[in-house]
């Protein structure tokens, strides 16, 4: 049976007895009583409640702080507020539209039973419709995140419990395994999922602006700090483990003591944080406190089941994105693909399987559709490089390499530059540079005329 969850925020005695009388004997109920506001807020940090009736009748205006608090909860309870009888009937108090039902009190003991029943079928409504939507995103979510093995469905199992809990997330795993699609479906998951979700790619920030992006609100900056724009949601902070001391510091305090506003806060990293504690470079109270909630992600070689599913989901979601008409797998490739140690993880995979449907005549993608060892290395043991000094012979090194991927996948391409691009991951202006840098044309590539099957860029 569905429970009900109910804060009372009396100083009085009477009003505790009087609505726990009230209530007895209905089995739904679970009220916990507090007495003041910083007691109430305690609480309010805990855990959420479905229902929270407050004494409002000796603190002259309605409890405006604890009022507000309130209404940044996610998901929104359901309020009732006491006030001394007369004051019920005096117009419309300023927080009218987050209160639900007002009490004059003392009330006449049939119209508290209504009161308290009308709440309490609301609470159950709103828990009912909760659970339903819950169930319709459960199905959405796990609907693109694919893969069957023991490891995954375990690894669903803790994602959906830790989206149900309030307290920060680590998720861990090797580049590519899928801890930005696994921070999002805590997310989506979880009772913030109406809020918004923001995401800071910590390397790409300097501590400064980290810091500034972090705080509740900033006078130096203009727009809003990216902690504002994710309230009532979820702020995922993107590879964590480089960030500095002061960043880790504020870091803590938000997730100790912050303002009760405080996105939850999801956290990914590809490094060991533990060996960063040893060697002082990460605060290891801050370890302790995230890895409370952790989640990890394993590298796809540990789990080549998983290669299969994995494969045809990504081949199909590829094929709508790119606008291609569908196209199977031969059998020969999945062999390979499941043969293949997969470094780069489901993004190395996703890279393999647009590179196949881009490349692919017939709606068989095959192995020679594909790359899968990547290309050799070229050059660095000639004789001539070991005698260059390292710069020169880094930049030696490095041309040859560019000059025989670039000119593999243009070759691919016929010389379509935002084809190669996008099968080997990069963006078109991106590519475009790296050819000007080391001398690369397209042209060579191209059919002699426009319509020999080259595509326009
Ligand atoms: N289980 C999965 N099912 C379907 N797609 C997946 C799965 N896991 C990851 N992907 C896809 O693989 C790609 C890489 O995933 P994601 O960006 O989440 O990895 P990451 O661990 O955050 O990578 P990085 O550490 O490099 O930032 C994305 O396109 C993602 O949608």
């Known amino acids: 049976m569905t429970s009900i969850t109910i804060l ?13 009388e009230a209530m007895d004997g209905n089995p739904i ?15 309010l940090l805990a855990q959420g409640y479905d229902l929270i009736i407050i004494d409002d009748r000796n603190t002259g205006p309605p409890s405006g702080d604890i009022l507000q608090e309130i209404a940044a909860l996610r998901p929104a309870p359901t309020v009732i507020l006491i006030r001394p009888e007369a004051s019920v009937l005096q117009g419309l108090l300023p927080n009218e539209p987050l209160i639900h039902e007002i009490i004059g009190w003392p009330p006449s003991p049939a119209s508290l039973q209504s009161c308290l029943r009308r709440a309490l079928e609301r609470c159950l409504l709103i828990s009912e419709k909760n659970k339903l939507e819950q169930h319709c995103r459960c199905h959405t979510i796990f609907s693109n995140i694919a893969g069957h093995s023991t490891s995954m469905k375990e690894l669903m199992d803790t994602l959906t419990s ?28 979880s009772e913030r999922s109406a809020g ?8 790409s920030m300097s501590e400064d602006s980290l810091l500034e992006d972090l705080c509740p609100s900033s006078a130096t900056k203009k727009t809003e700090t990216s902690f504002e724009k994710a309230k009532g949601g979820t702020l995922f902070l993107d590879e964590i483990a480089n960030i500095g001391p002061a960043v880790q510091e504020h870091l803590e305090y938000l997730m100790t003591a912050g303002p009760p506003d405080t996105p939850r806060i999801l956290m990914s990293t590809n490094q060991d944080l533990s060996s960063k504690t040893e060697t002082k470079l990460f605060r290891s109270s801050l370890y302790e406190k995230i890895r409370a909630g952790h989640l990890h992600l394993p590298p796809l070689r540990k789990r080549p089941e998983d290669i299969p599913p994995l494969a045809h989901y990504l081949l199909e979601k590829q094929c709508h994105k790119l606008k291609k008409p569908g196209k199977s797998i031969a059998p020969e490739l999945m062999k390979r693909l499941m043969a293949h140690p997969w470094e780069g993880n489901i993004r ?15 709606q068989k993608i095959g192995t020679e559709d594909v790359q899968l060892s990547g290309p050799r290395p070229v050059g660095p043991c000639s004789a001539a490089l070991h005698q260059a000094n390292y710069k020169d012979a880094k930049e030696e090194a490095l041309k040859g390499f560019n000059q025989i991927y670039i000119g593999r996948l243009l070759k691919r391409s016929k010389g379509n530059i935002s084809l190669a691009a996008r099968a080997c991951g990069l ?3 991106a590519l475009q540079q790296i050819m000007k840098r080391y001398d690369i044309s397209p042209g060579p590539y191209r059919p002699r005329t426009g319509c020999e099957g080259g595509y326009p860029d």
């Open 196 to 203: 918004p979700f923001r995401r800071l790619h910590c390397p």
């Open 29 to 43: 109920c679970s009220p916990d009583v507090t007495t003041g506001s910083k007691a109430a807020r305690e609480c």
């Open 8 to 20: 009372i925020i009396s100083r009085d005695p009477e009003i505790h007895a009087t609505l726990q």
């Open 427 to 429: 963006e078109r202006q």
């Open 162 to 189: 830790l989206a149900e809990g309030k307290g920060s997330i680590l998720i861990t795993g090797e580049s590519g395994t899928g801890k930005e699609l696994a921070a999002r479906a805590l997310h989506s998951l």
């Open 348 to 362: 190395e995979l996703e890279n393999t399987i647009i590179h196949g449907i881009l490349f692919s005549s017939t």
